[in-house]
C-alpha cells in the first residue's frame, strides 16, 4: 500500500503534532467522495442484512430441496451475514472517524483494531464459496452413488459445513500468521503486505473453486438429463434424479454469479496491489468496495426468484397431471398418451 494509507508504529511515535498525519490521512479521510462511498457502502450492507432476513423468513417454508442442500444454503446465507456484518460495523466506524476525530493521527487505525475485521472478511468469503463446492460434492455423491445415499447419505451435509468450516479457518490463520503487524492503516480493508502474496493465493484458488463448481454443474446436469428417462418405473430413483436436476439448475445461477463478482473483486485487487503506485486511494476504495457486498445484497433477493420459478414450475406440472381425466373414453387415451411418452 502507498504511503498514505500505512503508516508505521514508529512514524507515528515521532510524528508528535501530527504533521505526516495532516499530510497524509486528513486529506483523504474528511473527502467528500470518500465518505460516500463509505455512506453508500453502509446502504449496502444494512440492505443485504434485511435482505437476508427476509429471505430466510420467506424459503424457510418453501424450500423443496433435500435436507443437506438446504443446510448448505443456511451455510451460505449465514456466511453472506457474518460478512455484511463484519462490513456495517468497520464501516459505521469509519464513517464515526472521519467526522469526530480529535487528533488528526486518529484517522488511523491500528492493525490490532483491524485484525478481526480481516480474519472474518476472509473466512466469510472462503465459506460462501466452499458452500457452493459442498453443494456439488453433494449433488456428486447423489449421483454417482444413488442408493448408499438414500441410506446413509442423511448427515453429509453437516459433515460438509464442519469440514469447510474448518478448512477455510485453517487457511485464514496461515495467511495472516503470525499476527497483526505494527502498522496503523487508514481502512481495515487494507491486506498487510506480510500477507499479500498468500492473500492473492487464496483469491486464485477462490475463483478456481467457482469454476470448478460450473463445469461440474455442466457436467450433472448432462448426467442427469438420461437418467430421467431411464428411471421412468422406479419412483425413489426417478425422484433423486429429479432433486439433482432441480438443484443443479439452482446452484448453477449462484455459483455462475459469484463468479463474475469474485472474478472482478479478485482481478481488481491483484491490480491495485501490482500496480499501487498509479492509484490514489479514493479510487482504491470507489473500485474494490462495492462488489462483495453487491454481491450478498443481490444473493437473497436471486435465492427467492430461483425457489419461486421452481416452485411454480413444479405447481404447474403437477396441476398438468391431476387435470387429466382417469375414466372412460378420455382417461384410457390420456394413460396410453402418457405410455407412449415415457416410452419415447
Request: proline share 3%.
Amino acid at each position: 500500500m502507498d504511503s498514505g494509507t500505512v503508516i508505521h508504529r514508529s512514524q507515528l511515535k515521532m510524528d508528535i503534532n501530527g504533521t505526516l498525519c495532516l499530510e497524509n490521512g486528513i486529506p483523504t479521510i474528511t473527502s467528500w467522495p470518500y465518505r460516500l462511498a463509505i455512506l453508500i457502502h453502509i446502504f449496502l450492507t444494512f440492505s443485504s442484512l434485511v435482505f437476508m432476513m427476509v429471505a430466510f423468513f420467506y424459503l424457510r417454508k418453501r424450500l423443496y430441496f433435500h435436507k443437506n442442500i438446504t443446510i448448505l444454503i443456511v451455510f451460505m446465507f449465514v456466511s453472506a451475514s457474518v460478512l455484511s456484518l463484519q462490513m456495517l460495523v468497520m464501516e459505521c466506524r469509519h464513517i464515526f472517524i472521519s467526522w469526530f476525530y480529535k487528533h488528526p493521527c486518529d484517522v488511523y487505525v491500528p492493525a490490532e483494531d483491524c485484525f478481526p475485521y480481516l480474519l472474518l472478511n476472509s473466512v466469510a468469503i472462503g465459506c460462501m464459496t466452499g458452500a457452493q463446492v459442498c453443494m456439488v460434492i453433494e449433488r456428486m455423491i447423489a449421483t454417482y452413488l444413488m442408493k448408499k445415499y438414500q441410506k446413509f447419505g442423511g448427515e453429509l451435509g453437516t459433515i460438509l459445513v464442519v469440514c469447510t468450516t474448518m478448512i477455510f479457518v485453517w487457511l485464514t490463520y496461515e495467511t495472516f500468521w503470525p499476527g497483526p503487524s505494527e502498522d496503523y492503516y487508514l481502512t481495515c480493508i487494507s491486506i498487510p503486505k506480510e500477507s499479500a502474496v498468500k492473500a492473492n493465493r487464496n483469491f486464485i484458488i477462490l475463483i478456481s473453486l467457482n469454476l470448478m463448481c460450473i463445469i461440474s454443474l455442466i457436467l450433472l446436469n448432462a448426467i442427469n438429463r438420461p437418467y430421467r428417462k431411464r428411471l421412468r418405473f422406479n419412483l425413489a430413483d426417478r425422484y433423486q434424479v429429479e432433486e439433482n436436476l432441480n438443484t443443479t439448475q439452482y446452484i448453477c445461477t449462484i455459483v455462475i454469479v459469484q463468479f463474475v463478482i469474485l472474478t472482478f473483486y479478485g482481478t481488481g485487487t491483484l491490480l491495485l496491489r501490482t500496480f499501487k503506485a498509479k492509484f490514489e486511494p479514493i479510487f482504491h476504495r470507489q473500485l474494490i468496495m462495492f462488489v462483495v457486498p453487491f454481491f450478498t445484497c443481490i444473493l437473497p433477493i436471486l435465492m427467492i426468484y430461483i425457489v419461486k420459478q421452481g416452485v411454480e414450475r413444479r405447481n404447474r406440472n403437477i396441476n398438468k397431471m391431476v387435470s387429466h381425466a382417469a375414466t372412460g373414453t378420455h382417461g384410457r387415451d390420456n394413460y396410453f398418451h402418457e405410455l407412449l411418452k415415457q416410452w419415447s
